[in-house]
């Protein structure tokens, strides 16, 4: 069997998983295109409720629920004199990318290193295609029955921040700051930190609890925009249509062929960016494409756009009478720039996950975070690992071990920022 990676981690993890265990079981998928409000998925509210009643129940009484969905709480510091208030931050909603209602999640206890078999869907984990799961041999897993998300995106930051939280508030001999916990819906859905009211959480900087592999931490996310390329064509009959009919489908065809195979998502890791078209569109009189454009580097995620735009123009001049629209849209910033200013931030991190006994692995996201968005309105928060792994697939996973590492880390950050 896997050692946990301390005794605090081995002392946490029953609770730990039975929080898990409760959170999944609640269907939080958010909807991208369901009505207006916050949140987009009455069935995230039931999470929340839950959290509040718990967390009341673990003694933080100013525990609350707003209209929106956010659920905010506050463990007081445990040191004299004043003490800072710092923020954990976890997502309540699962993403729409796959079913995410009706999740029976499996226990597969001391992991002997093989091919998962999940009951459902002919659903496989095979450690062959997956390096992080072939290193678990020993560990005790955590999946979803094949048919359905697990969500331990983001249920393990929850279950996480809950386990940590209510063993410092059993626990008042010892030391933290000012714990502020804040619960978020539709981050999947890009809305996350939208309503999120800094002022009101109060802290100076704050933490997520999204990431994945055990020692993650993570200063470091993409810029994004979204590109919305839409084509005007002519329309006729196309029995009469003999040098009238301008079909803007084919030249929304032609625009996805030009683009450059090396800029996609697929083609590229670590800090290049791309261009990743994830929806196409089209009727005879118009067509639509919608593309996401990434990159770490202001200047590079320029020059992406500038060959999408150019891509783009050069196939609809060919065709004199069809018209071109491009709209830009941003959606989050690369949160480095908003929390190098406060180098305390990731330093304090990276002394608690070593005091947790594991080397801190300073990664970039290839994506946004709720830190994204918050680090821009004046919260610095940063990302740190929650052991869950595949996420956003009937494949997702999570170590008992590793959520509880996690866990562990929480009591250890609240211990070195106490200690400034
Ligand atoms: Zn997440």
Not at 127 to 138: F, H, V
Not at 244 to 268: D, M
Request: charged share 25%; net charge negative; glycine share 10%.
């Amino acid at each position: 069997m896997a050692p946990f990676t301390s005794p605090l981690a081995e002392e946490l993890a029953p609770d730990l998983l039975d929080r898990f265990q409760r959170y999944v079981r609640v269907d939080t998928q958010s909807r991208r295109d369901g009505n207006d409000g916050t949140p987009s998925t009455p069935g995230q509210l039931d999470l929340s409720r839950m959290l509040v009643e718990e967390l009341q129940a673990a003694g933080l009484e100013d525990a609350e629920l707003d209209d929106n969905g956010y659920v905010m709480a506050t463990l007081p510091a445990g040191i004299d004199g004043e003490a800072p208030v710092i923020g954990l931050i976890a997502h309540l909603d699962t993403t729409p990318a796959e079913r995410g209602a009706g999740v029976e999640p499996i226990v597969h206890r001391d992991y002997d290193g093989g091919v998962i078999e999940l009951p459902r869907n002919g659903t496989v984990l095979d450690p062959a295609s997956m390096p992080e799961l072939a290193g678990k041999s020993g560990h005790d897993l955590v999946t979803s029955s094949g048919d359905t998300l697990l969500g331990a995106d983001d249920k393990a930051g929850v279950a996480e921040i809950m386990t940590a939280v209510a063993h410092l508030a059993a626990h008042p001999e010892l030391r933290r700051p000012t714990l502020r916990i804040g619960f978020t819906p539709d981050e999947e859905i890009g809305e996350g930190a939208e309503l999120f009211d800094v002022r009101r959480f109060g802290a100076r900087c704050a933490y997520t609890l999204d990431g994945s592999t055990i020692g993650e931490l993570q200063d470091e996310t993409f810029t994004g925009v979204e590109a919305i390329v839409t084509i005007e064509g002519v329309e006729v009959h196309p029995g009469f249509a003999t040098g009238k009919l301008v079909n803007p489908i084919r030249l929304a065809g032609r625009v996805l062929a030009a683009l450059p195979p090396e800029l996609t998502p697929e083609a590229t890791g670590g800090r290049d960016g791309f261009i990743h078209v994830y929806e196409v569109n089209g009727r005879t009189g118009s067509a639509e494409i919608r593309a996401i454009v990434r990159d770490f580097d202001d200047e590079l995620l320029e020059r992406h756009l500038a060959v999408l735009r150019r891509t783009a123009e050069e196939v609809v001049a060919t065709e004199p009478r069809a018209r071109l629209e491009i709209e830009v849209r941003r959606q989050y910033r690369n949160m480095r720039e908003y929390i190098e200013p406060y180098p305390e931030i990731v330093e304090l991190a990276e002394r608690a996950i070593r005091a947790e006994g594991i080397e801190p692995r300073r990664t970039p996201i290839r994506g946004g975070t709720d830190g994204s968005r918050l680090s821009e309105m004046g919260l610095p928060t940063p990302n740190i690992f929650t052991g869950g792994n595949e996420y956003h697939s009937l494949r997702e996973w999570a170590s008992v071990q590793d959520m509880a590492a996690a866990a562990a880390t929480i009591v250890r950050l609240a211990e070195v920022w106490a200690d400034g």
